[in-house]
């Protein structure tokens, strides 16, 4: 009679493994974001530059929050170009006040109170403004 009942763990254990691989295509959370690459050239701004902005900006940068206007929800690529003041100059990366932020020349770093980018994902923010900041 005791060996059948189900004891919680034999199927507990397998259905919580289901869902945590099942979720894995879910809305990264900002530590996972930190394994996310951006290639060393033909930085796209709708698969990477969008990316980064979802996973450790809009949480801000949605437009509705009361100390910046700056809106980084997609499609956001006219909202960042013609912010003012202007936030990229394009093939400028060291005198684009985006860059200046997420390097912390400028303070606060953003995004704020968290942690910084990765190395690669700051190299290739710098990258797409260099090739031209084009909506690609
Ligand atoms: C926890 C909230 C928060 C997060 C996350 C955040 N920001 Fe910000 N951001 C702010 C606030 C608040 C300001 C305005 C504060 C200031 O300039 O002193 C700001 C200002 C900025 C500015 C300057 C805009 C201006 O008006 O001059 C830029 C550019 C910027 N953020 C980019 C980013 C980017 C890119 C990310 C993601 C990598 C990010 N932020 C993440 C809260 C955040």
Redesign the pocket.
Known sequence: MGNRILRPKTFLVPLILILALGCKDEFPSEQDFSNFLFPDSSVSYGLHVQK??DA??I???NGS?P????D?ISPSYNKLMNYQ?R?VLTRDPDNS??IQ??AGVIT?R?????TP?TENQLNGMRQWVLEGAVNN
């Open positions: 980064l902005f450790r900006c949480r801000c940068h929050h100390q910046t206007d700056l980084l003041p936030l006040i985006l932020r997420l606060p953003m995004p704020l109170n968290a980018i």
